[in-house]
T-cell receptor, first 117, second 111 residues
Protein backbone atom coordinates (compact mmCIF):
# COMPACT_ATOMS: atom_id res chain seq x y z
CA UNK A 1 0.00 0.00 0.00
CA UNK A 2 2.65 2.47 -1.09
CA UNK A 3 1.49 6.05 -1.01
CA UNK A 4 3.27 9.00 -2.56
CA UNK A 5 6.97 8.50 -1.95
CA UNK A 6 9.30 11.45 -1.70
CA UNK A 7 13.04 11.39 -1.28
CA UNK A 8 15.19 12.49 0.21
CA UNK A 9 13.20 13.40 3.30
CA UNK A 10 15.92 15.80 4.35
CA UNK A 11 18.49 17.50 2.15
CA UNK A 12 21.18 19.95 3.14
CA UNK A 13 22.90 22.02 0.49
CA UNK A 14 25.33 24.93 0.50
CA UNK A 15 24.51 28.10 -1.41
CA UNK A 16 25.17 27.66 -5.11
CA UNK A 17 24.71 23.88 -5.14
CA UNK A 18 21.92 22.00 -6.85
CA UNK A 19 19.02 20.24 -5.15
CA UNK A 20 17.07 17.40 -6.73
CA UNK A 21 13.88 16.23 -5.11
CA UNK A 22 12.13 13.10 -6.28
CA UNK A 23 8.51 12.05 -6.14
CA UNK A 24 7.00 8.71 -7.03
CA UNK A 25 3.22 9.03 -7.31
CA UNK A 26 0.75 6.47 -6.11
CA UNK A 27 0.26 3.50 -8.39
CA UNK A 28 -2.19 4.38 -11.13
CA UNK A 29 -1.83 8.13 -10.64
CA UNK A 30 -0.64 10.07 -13.67
CA UNK A 31 -1.00 13.61 -12.29
CA UNK A 32 1.67 15.13 -10.05
CA UNK A 33 1.67 18.43 -8.20
CA UNK A 34 4.50 20.16 -6.35
CA UNK A 35 3.91 22.56 -3.47
CA UNK A 36 6.30 24.56 -1.29
CA UNK A 37 5.73 25.27 2.38
CA UNK A 38 7.69 27.79 4.36
CA UNK A 39 7.79 27.45 8.17
CA UNK A 40 4.53 28.44 9.86
CA UNK A 41 2.80 28.93 6.49
CA UNK A 42 0.37 27.13 4.21
CA UNK A 43 1.23 25.39 0.95
CA UNK A 44 1.99 27.35 -2.19
CA UNK A 45 1.38 25.72 -5.57
CA UNK A 46 4.42 25.44 -7.79
CA UNK A 47 3.76 23.16 -10.74
CA UNK A 48 1.35 20.56 -12.10
CA UNK A 49 2.55 17.82 -14.42
CA UNK A 50 1.23 14.83 -16.26
CA UNK A 51 3.48 12.22 -17.78
CA UNK A 52 5.99 14.03 -20.01
CA UNK A 53 4.01 17.28 -19.91
CA UNK A 54 4.00 20.40 -17.77
CA UNK A 55 0.38 21.50 -17.51
CA UNK A 56 0.67 24.51 -15.22
CA UNK A 57 3.89 26.03 -13.88
CA UNK A 58 2.42 29.36 -12.86
CA UNK A 59 3.66 29.00 -9.29
CA UNK A 60 7.24 28.14 -10.13
CA UNK A 61 9.97 30.80 -10.07
CA UNK A 62 11.13 31.55 -13.60
CA UNK A 63 14.80 31.06 -12.80
CA UNK A 64 16.69 28.19 -11.21
CA UNK A 65 13.62 25.97 -10.76
CA UNK A 66 12.52 23.22 -13.13
CA UNK A 67 10.33 20.14 -12.95
CA UNK A 68 9.83 17.06 -15.02
CA UNK A 69 7.75 13.91 -14.97
CA UNK A 70 9.30 11.51 -17.47
CA UNK A 71 7.55 8.57 -19.08
CA UNK A 72 9.53 6.26 -16.82
CA UNK A 73 10.63 7.07 -13.30
CA UNK A 74 9.72 9.62 -10.66
CA UNK A 75 8.91 13.29 -11.01
CA UNK A 76 11.91 15.50 -10.30
CA UNK A 77 11.93 19.03 -8.89
CA UNK A 78 15.31 20.59 -9.56
CA UNK A 79 16.62 23.74 -7.95
CA UNK A 80 19.87 25.09 -9.33
CA UNK A 81 22.24 27.43 -7.50
CA UNK A 82 20.25 27.25 -4.30
CA UNK A 83 19.97 30.26 -2.01
CA UNK A 84 19.00 30.44 1.64
CA UNK A 85 15.47 31.53 0.70
CA UNK A 86 14.94 28.16 -0.98
CA UNK A 87 14.96 26.48 2.44
CA UNK A 88 11.50 25.01 2.82
CA UNK A 89 9.49 21.81 2.79
CA UNK A 90 8.59 20.68 -0.70
CA UNK A 91 5.52 18.48 -0.99
CA UNK A 92 4.47 16.34 -3.88
CA UNK A 93 0.90 15.16 -4.40
CA UNK A 94 -0.61 12.86 -6.97
CA UNK A 95 -4.09 12.18 -8.28
CA UNK A 96 -5.62 9.76 -10.74
CA UNK A 97 -7.17 12.52 -12.84
CA UNK A 98 -7.31 16.24 -13.22
CA UNK A 99 -8.95 18.43 -10.65
CA UNK A 100 -12.09 20.53 -10.55
CA UNK A 101 -14.27 17.79 -9.22
CA UNK A 102 -14.98 17.27 -5.56
CA UNK A 103 -14.37 13.62 -6.19
CA UNK A 104 -10.75 14.20 -7.16
CA UNK A 105 -8.54 13.66 -4.17
CA UNK A 106 -4.89 14.61 -3.95
CA UNK A 107 -2.68 12.31 -1.93
CA UNK A 108 0.37 14.00 -0.49
CA UNK A 109 3.79 12.66 0.25
CA UNK A 110 5.56 13.32 3.54
CA UNK A 111 7.65 16.05 1.99
CA UNK A 112 11.32 16.80 1.39
CA UNK A 113 12.88 19.35 3.71
CA UNK A 114 15.58 21.39 2.08
CA UNK A 115 18.01 23.36 4.20
CA UNK A 116 20.40 25.72 2.48
CA UNK A 117 23.42 26.70 4.53
CA UNK B 1 -6.53 35.59 -8.04
CA UNK B 2 -8.53 33.30 -5.81
CA UNK B 3 -7.64 33.72 -2.18
CA UNK B 4 -8.68 31.60 0.74
CA UNK B 5 -8.43 33.40 4.06
CA UNK B 6 -8.32 31.26 7.15
CA UNK B 7 -8.93 32.43 10.70
CA UNK B 8 -7.68 32.36 13.29
CA UNK B 9 -4.09 31.75 12.24
CA UNK B 10 -3.21 30.28 15.62
CA UNK B 11 -5.39 28.75 18.30
CA UNK B 12 -4.32 27.30 21.62
CA UNK B 13 -6.98 25.66 23.77
CA UNK B 14 -7.36 23.18 26.60
CA UNK B 15 -8.43 19.62 26.03
CA UNK B 16 -12.23 19.33 26.19
CA UNK B 17 -12.97 22.79 24.79
CA UNK B 18 -14.90 23.44 21.58
CA UNK B 19 -13.56 25.50 18.71
CA UNK B 20 -14.46 26.76 15.26
CA UNK B 21 -12.10 27.75 12.47
CA UNK B 22 -13.09 29.57 9.34
CA UNK B 23 -12.22 29.65 5.67
CA UNK B 24 -13.46 32.64 3.66
CA UNK B 25 -13.18 33.84 0.10
CA UNK B 26 -14.80 36.30 -2.29
CA UNK B 27 -14.85 33.57 -4.95
CA UNK B 28 -17.45 30.88 -5.50
CA UNK B 29 -16.14 27.32 -5.51
CA UNK B 30 -17.61 24.16 -6.93
CA UNK B 31 -16.14 22.26 -4.00
CA UNK B 32 -13.90 22.86 -1.03
CA UNK B 33 -11.67 20.50 0.88
CA UNK B 34 -10.23 20.46 4.38
CA UNK B 35 -6.87 18.87 5.12
CA UNK B 36 -4.99 18.34 8.35
CA UNK B 37 -1.23 18.37 8.50
CA UNK B 38 0.76 17.07 11.45
CA UNK B 39 4.35 18.17 12.09
CA UNK B 40 6.80 16.52 9.72
CA UNK B 41 4.09 15.02 7.54
CA UNK B 42 2.12 15.87 4.43
CA UNK B 43 -1.49 17.07 4.51
CA UNK B 44 -4.18 14.42 4.80
CA UNK B 45 -7.68 14.95 3.41
CA UNK B 46 -10.43 15.21 6.02
CA UNK B 47 -13.48 16.04 3.94
CA UNK B 48 -14.80 17.46 0.67
CA UNK B 49 -17.91 19.64 0.66
CA UNK B 50 -19.74 20.21 -2.59
CA UNK B 51 -23.26 21.52 -2.06
CA UNK B 52 -24.03 24.99 -0.67
CA UNK B 53 -25.27 24.68 2.90
CA UNK B 54 -23.91 21.16 3.19
CA UNK B 55 -22.95 19.88 6.64
CA UNK B 56 -20.69 16.88 7.09
CA UNK B 57 -19.72 15.23 10.33
CA UNK B 58 -16.57 13.25 10.96
CA UNK B 59 -16.76 12.02 14.56
CA UNK B 60 -16.19 15.19 16.64
CA UNK B 61 -15.53 17.34 13.56
CA UNK B 62 -18.37 19.19 11.81
CA UNK B 63 -17.76 20.83 8.44
CA UNK B 64 -20.12 23.32 6.86
CA UNK B 65 -20.09 24.79 3.37
CA UNK B 66 -21.67 28.24 3.10
CA UNK B 67 -24.92 28.63 1.19
CA UNK B 68 -23.17 30.75 -1.44
CA UNK B 69 -20.24 28.30 -1.66
CA UNK B 70 -17.75 31.03 -0.76
CA UNK B 71 -16.87 29.99 2.77
CA UNK B 72 -16.63 27.07 5.10
CA UNK B 73 -16.21 26.34 8.77
CA UNK B 74 -14.81 23.50 10.82
CA UNK B 75 -16.12 22.95 14.32
CA UNK B 76 -14.41 20.58 16.74
CA UNK B 77 -16.30 19.42 19.81
CA UNK B 78 -14.44 18.41 22.96
CA UNK B 79 -11.00 18.83 21.44
CA UNK B 80 -8.34 16.23 22.20
CA UNK B 81 -4.56 16.52 22.12
CA UNK B 82 -4.58 14.36 19.01
CA UNK B 83 -6.42 17.15 17.17
CA UNK B 84 -3.27 19.27 17.30
CA UNK B 85 -2.08 20.18 13.84
CA UNK B 86 -2.37 22.57 10.93
CA UNK B 87 -5.84 22.72 9.38
CA UNK B 88 -5.88 23.77 5.74
CA UNK B 89 -8.82 24.62 3.53
CA UNK B 90 -8.36 24.25 -0.18
CA UNK B 91 -10.29 24.70 -3.38
CA UNK B 92 -9.61 24.26 -7.07
CA UNK B 93 -8.71 27.27 -9.14
CA UNK B 94 -10.93 28.45 -11.99
CA UNK B 95 -9.09 26.29 -14.49
CA UNK B 96 -9.81 23.33 -12.26
CA UNK B 97 -6.29 22.03 -12.45
CA UNK B 98 -4.75 22.79 -9.10
CA UNK B 99 -5.59 23.31 -5.47
CA UNK B 100 -5.23 26.72 -3.85
CA UNK B 101 -4.50 26.52 -0.15
CA UNK B 102 -5.43 28.91 2.60
CA UNK B 103 -2.71 29.92 5.04
CA UNK B 104 -3.99 27.43 7.58
CA UNK B 105 -5.04 27.47 11.21
CA UNK B 106 -2.43 26.08 13.56
CA UNK B 107 -4.24 24.37 16.44
CA UNK B 108 -2.61 23.40 19.70
CA UNK B 109 -4.67 21.38 22.17
CA UNK B 110 -3.08 21.26 25.60
CA UNK B 111 -3.73 18.45 28.07
Amino acid sequence: NAGVMQNPRHLVRRRGQEARLRCSPMKGHSHVYWYRQLPEEGLKFMVYLQKENIIDESGMPKERFSAEFPKEGPSILRIQQVVRGDSAAYFCASSPRTGGSGANVLTFGAGSRLTVL
Amino acid sequence: TQLLEQSPQFLSIQEGENLTVYCNSSSVFSSLQWYRQEPGEGPVLLVTVVTGGEVKKLKRLTFQFGDARKDSSLHITAAQTGDTGLYLCTAYNNAGNMLTFGGGTRLMVKP
